[in-house]
């Protein structure tokens, strides 16, 4: 078995040692061990952390490789995060944005990284670029139907692929079981044993025998062989067991068609968000921020046309949009995509973009 610290070695020389910056899930020990190997740490605090003092908020800003600037009010300081092993701190830089709250208004996150040199700004966009697989997901299932049957050939499933074991689930719901009655049943011990040591005003003392104890601690007793019963069941099942023992004759569906139909979906994604992207930076559409991806849609499912009567240029000439501000936009979006004198793949042929006047 490959450990831990064994991995991120492993990682260390695959990447080479010119590069740094990696994203690890939370351990102050481990933060502290990349950062002395000359790692780049960058996460974020989850759950309750307090808030940062407002005063120290300043608006910060970071302009990305496309042009698009940003701006976040946000407060740059520092944390000392325990070190559980040798009861020391380790200190990372904190860097705390304020992002819309559900419900309404705003909210503080924490982010924390080793690297102290980049501006505050950049954090924050490279911690917000972490999301893009996640995002990618979901526009995918809303948009492109990422979840459909591409293809119902199947072939049969390999039977000696690790899967998880049911039964050790169930197993563990039992011992959770027997520990939550053990405790009962405990209580209910001590408070039956209490009673003769703390006998009634004016009744003299009380004799406890051998006999009456063991009478009051039977059920604690049974209680506990049960318990352990329990525990020695669920860790004699093996957590994970070969598919064809669990449930033989398994099929899956084609996988050669899924990876083609989700690199064009991946690929329209792509296409989608640069679009988008450039609605944003190079229209002066007004609620870009709010409705640019909405915008790419609706010009992307619109009508067309394809001219190649001039030479040497192949016309995607697009039909107005149902409002007169979304074909301005779009008119725009066109220019600058022509601007960038692309040839169509397989050809000679330069790409324009034009949207038609409305008649």
Same mark, same amino acid.
């Given at each position: ?16 040692? /010119? ?55 946000? %407060? ?113 011990? /001590?408070? %039956? ?38 525990? +020695? ?58 409705? %640019? ?13 394809? /001219? ?6 192949? +016309? ?44």
């Amino acid at each position: 078995m490959i450990s831990g610290w064994d991995r991120f070695h492993g990682c260390r020389r695959i990447a080479g040692a /010119d590069r740094k910056r990696a994203r690890p899930l939370w351990s102050p020990a481990l933060f502290k061990h990349m950062a002395e190997n000359g790692f780049d740490v960058l996460t974020w605090r989850k759950g309750a952390t307090e808030n940062i003092n407002e005063n120290l908020f300043a608006p910060v800003t970071h302009a990305d490789g496309h042009g698009e600037t940003r701006t976040w009010m946000a %407060a740059d300081t520092s944390v000392d995060l325990p070190l559980a092993r040798t009861g020391e701190a380790f200190r990372m830089r904190q860097i705390s944005p304020t992002v819309p709250a559900t419900g309404g208004g705003t909210r503080q996150i924490h982010i924390l990284s080793t690297n102290t040199e980049i501006p505050a700004g950049e954090v924050i966009y490279r911690m917000g670029s972490r999301w893009r697989q996640e995002n990618y997901f979901r526009y995918a299932r809303i948009h492109f139907d990422l979840d459909s049957h591409d293809a119902y050939t199947s072939t049969d499933d390999d039977p000696d692929r690790s899967v998880p074991n049911p039964a050790k689930k169930k197993a563990y719901q039992k011992v959770l079981a027997a520990r939550t009655h053990y405790a009962q049943v405990l209580a209910d011990t /001590d408070a %039956a044993m209490l009673d003769p040591r703390t006998p009634d005003p004016g009744t003299g003392e009380v004799l406890i025998t051998n006999a009456m104890q063991n009478a009051v601690n039977a059920p604690l007793s049974d209680t506990g062989a049960a318990l352990d019963r329990a525990e +020695t069941v669920h860790k004699e099942i093996p957590a994970r067991i070969p598919l064809g023992e669990l449930a033989p004759g398994q099929q899956v569906l084609d996988t050669d068609v899924k990876l083609i139909t989700h690199a064009i979906r991946m690929a329209a994604f792509n296409t989608a968000t640069t679009l988008a992207r450039e609605i944003r930076t190079n229209t002066g559409y007004a609620r870009a921020t709010e409705e %640019a991806h909405t915008l790419t849609r609706q010009a992307l499912t619109n009508s067309a046309d394809i /001219d190649t009567t001039t030479p040497g240029y192949l +016309t995607i000439r697009l039909d107005p949009l149902p409002t007169a501000r979304a074909t301005m936009a779009i008119a725009e979006l066109c220019q600058q995509l022509t601007s960038t004198q692309t040839q169509y793949p397989g050809t000679e042929l330069i790409l324009r973009y034009d949207i038609k006047n409305r008649t």
